[in-house]
């Protein structure tokens, strides 16, 4: 059927039949009248293929995300995929824009009048704004456009672009509406799945007060120069998460366009009505600076969806590497405590390792890290690595903000990290001095703080150090990390040549 | 296509496409032009529905697999399939944990998810 003359059994006629590939074949014109082409027939496949994975990139795009209840795969790991999913569907939209537009102005006679009279068809008009919407699409959803225009510009544009495109495509061709539909039914369910989340979260709560209930977020800034974070703190009345996920923020008194993913810090409390989140911010460019401008205050208004993500420890604890780099360990330490908490066996290896930019870094979350040293004496295989990566000597900061009152926290981790701030520069200085030096102090065995100056500790070191020690052991392993990219890269890489017996599990948490 | 149907002729229905007018009475050449259209059409439908097919299988064997491993008593451990899933993820790790090759291109990430976008592609371009 595809072309008329050629041999039925050859080899690629067999492949075409298969396929249903089609050749490019041209009857020649006859005067006045169309020259006939394949041209139409294939510009119509790769259009209505398009239209088939459009649900699908629909999918794949979701947070509420029906594919990960399915599989269990984490909604995050869907972005790589959905991404390349609208490339195809724009060059799919496009040669067959292209298609279409040469059979008409060229091969259907007589130019251009044919192409002028097929232009004034409905459905070809909204095939031209469906094409130009999917390119709008493709264009402003580069990583390097976005860098131009800003996220909330991305946010607010590509949703509703896609929900446009989706309408004009159902415009072009009514006929396959049902791809349409499905797409729209799938951001529908997304979209009011994370309002239903949101507003569960933030109406009702005591009894008696309806309404609606934001978080108050108290603002610090920590750190100085090149190293500088915004932590957030704040009680909220809700049921608990669990370690290792995360939350969407929303600062509706910067923007109630935007909001971000951030993981707590702070160990959710199950027996608890009221649980604290803590949260840990680089300050860097966008929202985080706007925010870090806020530092001091103790009720900016929080919005969360959430939780997010996978609980953790997943597995009856046996042995735990936990790998952060920076504010990864949001991800990790909490993770940590958890699973030495419900650690039945207490020889199990646990290796907390933390890469830090500067010591003063562990001023961040100092009362959790204070718990995290003092379950030591009663882990014997509990390891605690502190990798200094930009000083060969602790320096303390002077200036800045000022986890003041935490110093009196060490006396009692129990508390919880303390939200009020207020001390005088110099006080903090003394304080934080006192606290990092504490928190430096090599007064464990199993716990090491290396001061690398410039450079980075190898990755398969880390991972070799504590196979060595787990494999002896036997047992299941779990190796969890967060942090820079380049770091889950090169963890990735240890990670595929390690040899194990009993089972390995390995989660890096993306932050982009 | 929009022509009045011809005495005695009939509209064939075609999913996602116009009804189809027949018998035709346009010229031989027409005729077989407009045919390939219906046939093509056809088709393309089919192998989108293989497509979504194919995914849909993926996903019932994967939560399949999921609920069986998950759910079930601890002899199943060492079974057949819990074996072959363990090697699977071994051979996963091995293989795919690592970059991908052109990070300027595809970004950093794993060579597992540019293995899965290069069989897509590989589907959409064999069959269009």
């Known amino acids: ?512 | 296509m929009a022509m009045d149907l011809p005495e005695g002729g009939y509209l064939v229905p075609h999913w996602g496409y116009a009804d189809e007018p027949l018998p035709c009475e346009s010229d031989e050449g027409t005729c077989r032009y407009l045919n390939g259209v219906y046939v093509m059409h056809d088709l393309s439908m089919k192998y989108s529905f293989i497509m979504w097919g194919v995914l849909l299988g993926i996903a019932v064997v994967w939560v399949t697999l999921r609920g069986w491993r998950m759910g079930g008593p601890s002899q199943r451990v060492g079974g057949v399939i819990d074996t072959v899933c363990n090697s699977l993820e071994r051979a996963k790790r091995r293989w795919l944990l690592k970059d991908a090759p052109l990070p300027y291109f595809f970004g950093r990430t794993t060579r597992l998810q540019v293995a899965i976008l290069a069989i897509m592609l590989g589907y959409l371009l064999i069959f269009s």
């Open chain 1, 1 to 512: 059927m595809t072309t008329p003359e050629h041999d039925p059994h050859s080899a690629s006629n067999i492949l075409r039949r298969f396929t249903g590939y089609i050749w490019l074949y041209i009857e020649p014109t006859k005067p006045g009248g169309k020259t006939r082409t394949t041209l139409g027939w294939w510009s119509n496949r790769v259009g209505v293929l398009s239209y088939a994975l459009t649900p699908f990139t629909v999918l794949l795009a979701s947070r509420e995300s029906i594919l990960t209840m399915l599989t269990g795969i984490p909604y995050q790991h869907f972005n790589f995929l959905h991404r390349w999913c609208g490339r195809i569907i724009f060059a799919q939209a496009a040669l067959h824009t292209i298609g279409w537009t040469v059979v008409e102005a060229y091969y259907y006679g007589p130019a251009p009048d044919v192409y002028y009279l097929f232009l004034t068809n409905m459905y070809a008009v909204f095939g031209c704004v469906a094409t130009f919407l999917i390119t709008f699409l493709t264009i402003f959803s580069m990583k390097r456009v976005i860098r131009w225009t800003g996220y909330e510009f991305f946010k607010i544009t590509h949703s509703i672009g896609a929900i446009l495109y989706i309408g004009a495509c159902w415009g072009h061709w009514d006929k396959l509406w049902c791809w349409m539909v499905a797409s729209l039914v799938l951001i529908a369910i997304d979209q009011s799945a994370r309002l239903f989340k949101t507003c569960y979260l933030h109406f009702g709560g005591k009894k008696g007060s309806i309404g609606f209930r934001r978080g108050m977020a108290d603002v610090q800034i920590i750190g100085e120069g090149d190293d500088v974070i915004v932590r957030l703190d704040f009680d909220f009345e809700q049921e608990a998460w669990e370690p290792g996920q995360h939350f969407y923020l929303c600062f509706p008194s910067l923007s109630i366009w935007q909001s971000h993913p951030f993981t707590v810090s702070s160990m959710p409390d199950p027996s608890s009505k009221v649980q604290h989140h803590t949260y840990l911010l680089r300050a860097r460019k966008g929202q985080t600076v706007h925010l870090a401008a806020l530092a001091g205050q103790t009720d900016v208004p929080v919005i969360m969806t959430g939780p997010y993500g996978p609980g953790w420890p997943q597995h009856t604890t046996d042995n735990v590497l936990a790998v952060a780099g920076g504010t990864g360990v949001t991800f990790t330490l909490p993770i940590v405590i958890q699973s030495l908490r419900q650690l039945i066996v207490p020889q199990a290896t646990v290796d907390f390792v933390w890469v830090i930019r500067r010591a003063q870094d562990l001023l961040w979350l100092n009362a959790e890290f204070v718990e995290l040293k003092q379950m030591l004496a009663s882990n014997p295989g509990l390891r605690i690595n502190i990798f200094v990566t930009r000083e060969d000597t602790p320096h303390i900061p002077f200036c800045c903000n000022r986890p003041g009152k935490q110093a009196q926290q060490n006396a009692d981790p129990e508390k919880g990290p303390n939200t009020n701030i207020s001390s005088t520069s110099s006080q903090t200085e003394t304080s934080n001095r006192a606290t990092l030096q504490e928190l430096l102090a090599i007064d464990q065995e199993r716990f090491h703080v290396e001061l690398l100056g410039s450079h980075h500790p190898t990755m398969p070191m880390v991972v070799t150090s504590f196979m060595e020690r787990a494999s002896k052991r036997g047992g299941f392993i779990q190796i969890v990390g967060s942090g820079p990219e380049s770091m889950g890269s090169d963890l990735r890489t240890a990670i595929s040549t390690v040899e194990e017996k009993d089972g390995l599990d390995f989660y890096w948490d993306s932050r982009e």
